[in-house]
Structures are given as structure tokens and as C-alpha cells.
């Protein structure tokens, strides 16, 4: 009768549910040791039970192998058994296979035993009626911490038994962790392989299975806030293990998917499963208004005796349709042939929403007049001139540039230059046209100034000035006299402004100065060339007095950029110069330059001239 091990443990596994503790129910597989002392045979053997408790009866099978290391077993038959409370008693006299070197070694016995729920162990004494008496040591491994967990979290997993080994697989490939607590993160349902070891003996792997609850959102339908109303509604649609629940914002949770009259917002939909999952998702409740009108307009021809409304509305959700005086709604915005009179219009979109108003259709007017147009034409150089129109009709009067866009205010404040017809509108619709032209008056423009110095301690400095703009032109060096005259002579050094008008009052600007012609007081040579030679290396200034203030000094290259500048107290052979740009060597050639000294007294001068630069 021999019989595979293996093939057993497997059979029994997979009948095995790994139920968390619950009750004293024996129900289930254990594991452990049959030992004390046999005569001739060895002292230790692995025993299992698979076990079957009805009220306080037991029936199911024994196990027991002649060590793990030997082909032998006998499988014993259990029924009749009794526990009450946590005692119990089983008889082992009926064998249902076996495979045994010693058939001496099989004597019947009756297991007393107790039941110790905290360890889920049996522990008793095994009485043969051939004399022996043997320890029985069992436990059932049994999950003692939750099963489910959500996906990322640390799972602490707690069972019983004694000296308990994880694995990741049943073939024991790696050892995970030794002792009845293990904690690991999981992300997915995984199963764990347990095992519990007596007396250097490894029992078959049990499996833990750890599942994973992860909910999921498949959907979720959003229906606007409508008519100005708290009306918007969510509704989710998501699996994941029952029982589910909903919230909005992380408040009271809900069995119901659906969230009722919302107003228009931005929320945060959870969604938490059984096992305290949870899965959020961020949904906007937008906002339908109300329709309302654009434009409402009431044309009476300046000819009729009738008037035709014309209504343009907007928002709201879907097609606008629109009632006169509760009449059907049309969708057309257009009611003619309307007599003199007040009527209810009323605009309603496609889900109800309405918005109404009152229009009155006038009585036929009188014509209206245009009176006058001022135009004052964009001058001194501006961009804009501007238009007032005087006129006279009935109703509020309308205002146009074009004929096409009109506004109810007779001034328009920035006109640019260019033709342009003006159209006035009374509140029946008739008009009164006018063609005017909005012209363009430059400012003045100073094209060049000639300044001439004095001499030394001289008033015979001079500034000539060309310049054009609308009209004669006038010019003035002190703002205050002004002549035609271009020229200015007999001037003694100065630093100031010359001022040019027009005949529409435009000016402009520009500062002059003239200096003196102390030449003999200062020496700034011709030419230098930085060649590191020790000679002519910079652009010095030389002079006889003790110091000078260099009020600016400015050099340029031939496309008008400033090279160098300078404004600062100097000493006599002060470099102005080095012959570099932006700490590169500048390119050999000729320089221009301005310079504004002022000497101790507070006299100043103005030396032009340029450098040659040689390398």
C-alpha cells in the first residue's frame, strides 16, 4: 500500500482555505510531532491532521510519517472524535493506508488533548494499547491579521505556529523571513508559502494568500449646473470589492454613486472599497447660466407706421428659441409688422432656462438733424486727432464712424487721420450722413544744429540751426524771444536748449552748447599707438593747471558708436583712451571725439577733434 507523500500533502493542500482566527472551531490542517520513547524505531514523527468539526463532534484523517527522511506512514481514519470547550478525545483504531517496515509499531492509541486557541495548538498524550504513551504536539497555522490591504501599503502578517518560515513559492526557493510575524509591501494579491519546523523537522509549506484591493474609476458622467441653480450632478461608475463607497472632498460617504445637486465647482471624487482603499479623481461641475439677450433692437423705418423687433440671445445650453407676448417659440429672432406698444419677450434655451424683458416699440418720430462737425486734425506729430458731432432727433441718438459700428457718445476722442463718413441714428433707425476728412499736421523737425565756440574770454560764439515744419517757423535760444532768424551770433559759452515753433504751436527741442577756444591750455595729441613699446601708448590729456573737471567726454567709431567715456577729475597725463572696446583691441583708424573740460575757475571748453589710432 504505498503511497506518495507528496501526492497526499498536495491533495490535502488544495482542500485547505487559509481562514484568519475565528471561534474554536478545529476545523482545518495542523501540523507537528508524535514523539517519546517506541521500542526499536525512532523517537520523533512528523504528524498532520486534516480535521472536520461538526458541533462537538470530529472526524478526518491522521498522518504520520517514520521521519522525514524514510518512505514510511500510516494514514489513520478519524471519526466519533468529541471536544467540549477546549478538551477533546479521538480514538486511532482504523487504518486506511500505509506503507511500514515494523507492523509492530502500529498499536492502536486514544489521543486525550487540549486545545489552546491563542496558539492554536492541540497538545495531549497518545495511550497504545501496547503500553506506549506518547506526546501529540500540533498546530494549525491560521492568519491572525487582516488578508486584504491596498496596493503600495506595508502589510503586517501575523500567524500562528511554532518556529514558522516564509517563502516566496511552495518549492521553498528563497526564505523570506523566519518567525510568525512578517511585514512586506504589496502591490499585488501574492500568495506566501508557511512552514513550521519540530524537532529539526520542516513541515510541507502552507499557503497565505494576501489579497490586494485596488478600486478603479471606469467612468464618471457630469451633468452642468443649470438656470443659475445648485442642479449639477456626478455620477461614478468604478469596481473594486464590495461594499463600495463614494465621497465628495473626503466628507460623508455614500453606497450611492450618484451626487445630487451641486453646484458649480471643482471636486474631488473618492471612491473606497471594503478593505479602506481608496481612488480619487478631480471633476469639474460646470456652469450653464441662464440665457440672456445680446442685442435687442427695435428698427421702425423712418416710413413706416410698423416696427420690426430684432433679439439676439446668448448662453444658456444648447438652441435659444424665443416668445413675443406668449406666443409659440420660434427660433428666429425676428418679429415683424409690430404696432406701437409694449411687448414680453422671453428667450429660453434647450433645458428650460428662460430669461424675459419688456420692449417697447416707439410711435413714428421726427427726423434727425445733423448739426454740426468739429474735426480737430491729429497734429504736432501725434497719432489721433479727434471728432464731436452736434445733433438733433428723437430718442437716444447713435453715433458712427462707418455706418456700421455705433456708440451713444457724440465725441470721439482718437480718430486717426483719413476719410471717413459719419452717420447719426436716432431710435427708429433713420440716419443722417456726413463725408469729413481728419487731417495730419507733423510736428517740427530739427535736422542739423552748427554750434561755434567762443574764443577764449570771448562772446563771439555763434549757432546755426536748420529745421522744418507747417508753416513760418519760429526759433528761440532762451524759450522766452523767438525770431525767424536761423542764426544766432555774439553768444558768450553756454549750455541750453534752442526751441522751434510751428503756426499750429507744435515745438521741439534740442540742447546746444557752446564752449571756448582755449586750445593753448590743454594738449591731446593727434595719434598714439599702444604697441607696448613705451611710447604714445594711450590717448592722454596734458595741461598746465593743477587739475580739470571733464564734464564728458565722448569717442566714437565711424559708424557713430561711443568707444570710450569719461566724466571725472583729472590730473595732467590722464589716460582718455587705451585703444580698446569692450576689452578687445580696437581696430587701427581714424576717431572722433567731443570733449567738455571745465577748469578750476569754472571755466569751460569744448574741444572736437579726432585721434588716429596706429598699431
Known amino acids: 500500500m504505498k503511497k506518495s507523500l507528496k501526492g497526499l500533502v498536495f491533495i490535502w493542500f ?26 526499536n524505531a525512532v523517537t520523533f514523527w512528523p504528524t498532520t491532521m486534516e480535521l472536520t468539526q461538526n458541533g462537538n463532534t470530529i472526524n478526518g484523517n491522521c ?51 487540549t486545545y489552546y486557541p491563542e496558539e492554536e495548538r492541540i497538545l495531549g498524550m497518545r495511550e497504545f494499547d501496547c503500553g506506549m504513551k506518547l506526546t501529540m504536539d500540533l498546530y494549525r497555522l491560521r492568519l491572525k491579521t487582516r488578508d486584504t490591504y491596498c496596493a503600495g501599503e506595508m502589510a503586517t502578517m501575523e500567524v500562528t505556529g511554532k518556529d514558522v518560515r516564509w517563502y516566496p513559492d511552495i518549492q521553498k526557493s528563497k526564505l523570506l523571513h523566519s518567525g510568525n510575524s512578517y511585514e512586506t509591501q504589496v502591490t499585488r494579491t501574492d500568495t ?22 485596488e478600486p478603479k474609476i471606469q467612468d464618471v458622467q457630469v451633468t452642468p449646473a443649470s438656470c443659475d441653480a445648485d442642479n449639477g450632478t456626478i455620477s461614478v461608475t468604478a469596481t473594486g470589492d464590495a461594499p463600495m463607497n463614494y465621497s465628495l472632498e473626503y466628507g460623508m460617504y455614500q453606497s450611492s454613486p450618484v451626487f445630487t445637486d451641486l453646484y458649480a465647482n471643482n471636486y474631488l471624487v473618492i471612491v473606497k472599497t471594503g478593505a479602506g482603499c481608496t481612488v480619487t479623481r478631480a471633476v469639474k461641475v460646470e456652469k450653464k447660466t441662464r440665457p440672456s439677450f445680446l442685442t435687442v433692437y427695435v428698427d421702425q423705418p423712418c416710413t413706416s407706421e410698423t416696427g420690426i423687433l430684432r433679439v439676439r440671445g446668448q448662453g444658456g445650453y444648447g438652441l435659444l428659441t424665443y416668445s413675443l407676448d406668449n406666443q409659440p417659440f ?15 419677450l422671453r428667450v429660453r434655451d434647450s433645458i428650460g432656462c428662460e430669461m424675459g424683458m419688456v420692449v417697447k416699440v416707439e410711435d413714428k418720430n421726427d427726423a434727425v438733424t445733423l448739426q454740426d462737425i468739429k474735426v480737430e486734425n491729429a497734429k504736432c506729430g501725434a497719432e489721433y486727432g479727434s471728432v464731436s458731432v452736434i445733433a438733433t432727433g428723437s430718442g437716444e441718438l447713435q453715433y458712427s464712424l462707418d455706418g ?60 546755426s540751426i536748420y529745421a522744418t515744419g507747417s508753416g513760418p517757423l519760429l526759433y528761440s535760444i532762451d524759450g522766452i524771444n523767438f525770431v525767424t532768424d536761423t542764426t544766432f ?16 504751436g507744435c515745438n521741439v527741442t534740442r540742447s546746444i552748447t557752446i564752449g571756448e577756444n582755449c586750445f593753448e591750455k590743454v594738449y591731446i595729441p593727434t595719434a598714439f599707438s599702444p604697441d607696448l613699446d613705451g611710447k604714445n601708448e594711450v590717448m592722454d590729456i596734458k595741461f598746465s593747471s593743477t587739475q580739470l573737471k571733464i564734464r564728458y567726454f565722448r569717442l ?60
Open 14 to 39: 488544495a482542500l485547505i482555505w487559509f481562514f484568519p482566527v475565528s471561534g474554536q472551531d478545529l476545523s482545518g490542517y495542523w501540523q507537528g510531532m508524535d514523539f517519546g520513547p517506541r521500542p
Open 63 to 113: 498522518f504520520q510519517q517514520v521521519t522525514s527522511q524514510t518512505p514510511y506512514f500510516v494514514l489513520w481514519n478519524i471519526s466519533g472524535a468529541s471536544v467540549n470547550m477546549n478538551a477533546g478525545e479521538m480514538v486511532f483504531s482504523q487504518i486506511t493506508g500505509m506503507h511500514i517496515a515494523d507492523f509492530a509499531l502500529l498499536c492502536y492509541s486514544k489521543f486525550s488533548f
Open 192 to 213: 506566501f508559502y508557511v512552514t513550521q519546523t519540530f524537532h529539526d523537522t520542516e513541515t510541507p509549506p502552507v499557503p497565505v494568500i494576501i489579497k490586494v484591493s
Open 330 to 344: 420660434q427660433e428666429s429672432g425676428v418679429f415683424p409688422d409690430l404696432q406701437s406698444g409694449e411687448y414680453n
Open 404 to 463: 456700421e459700428t455705433y456708440v451713444t457718445s457724440a465725441y470721439f476722442p482718437q480718430v486717426e487721420p483719413g476719410a471717413y463718413e459719419i452717420f447719426v441714428k436716432d431710435q427708429s433707425g433713420c440716419t443722417v450722413n456726413k463725408k469729413i476728412v481728419v487731417g495730419k499736421a507733423p510736428a517740427p523737425v530739427i535736422h542739423n544744429v552748427i554750434e561755434y565756440n567762443a574764443g577764449c574770454n570771448e562772446s563771439d560764439g555763434a549757432v
Open 489 to 504: 551770433t555774439g553768444l558768450s559759452p553756454l549750455n541750453q536748449n534752442v526751441m522751434i515753433v510751428d503756426t499750429a
Open 556 to 615: 566714437f567709431n565711424r559708424w557713430g558708436t561711443v568707444v570710450a567715456y569719461s566724466d571725472q577729475t583729472i590730473q595732467s597725463g590722464h589716460a582718455l583712451w587705451d585703444g580698446f572696446y569692450k576689452g578687445n583691441k580696437a581696430q587701427p583708424g581714424s576717431y572722433p571725439y567731443e570733449l567738455l573740460v571745465e577748469f578750476e575757475g569754472g571755466r569751460k571748453q569744448v574741444i572736437r577733434n579726432t585721434i588716429l589710432l596706429l598699431r
